[in-house]
């Protein structure tokens, strides 16, 4: 079972990345996905989910209409389309996928650093 992210790197601000996160080992297309982030000295955040059928999408308010999250199950991929970046969205960037059947099981990528800087 993995999450492997990709995409993160340094741009400066007002700048765009995409980040991927690819599925294996389990079936994506019933997992809802999440992507969090945490900057050096600060807690994991929630930046965006998407339902498992991708029709329910929820932002956190610091990146609602620049941010946006989509999957596509038959390539088991995840994605963050990140626009006009400031420097506080940099941090680690991580997948999450969950699904709740009995009990909740839950995958975490590796992360990916995201650096907005000039």
């Known amino acids: 079972v993995q999450l492997v992210e990709s995409g993160g790197g340094l741009v400066q601000p007002g700048g765009s990345l995409k980040l991927t996160c690819v599925a294996s080992?389990?079936?994506?297309?019933?997992?809802?996905m999440r992507w969090y982030r945490q900057a050096p000295g600060k807690e994991r955040e929630l930046v965006a989910s998407?339902?498992?059928?991708?029709?329910?999408?929820n932002y956190a308010d610091s990146v609602k209409g620049r941010f946006t999250i989509s999957r596509d199950n038959a390539k088991n991929t995840g994605y963050l389309q990140m626009n006009r970046l400031k420097p506080e969205d940099t941090a680690v960037y991580y997948c999450y996928a969950y699904v709740t059947l009995g009990g909740r099981t839950e995958y975490w990528g590796q992360g990916t650093q995201v650096t907005v800087s000039s």
């Open positions: 998407i339902s498992s059928v991708g029709g329910v999408t």
């Open positions: 080992g389990f079936t994506f297309s019933i997992y809802g």
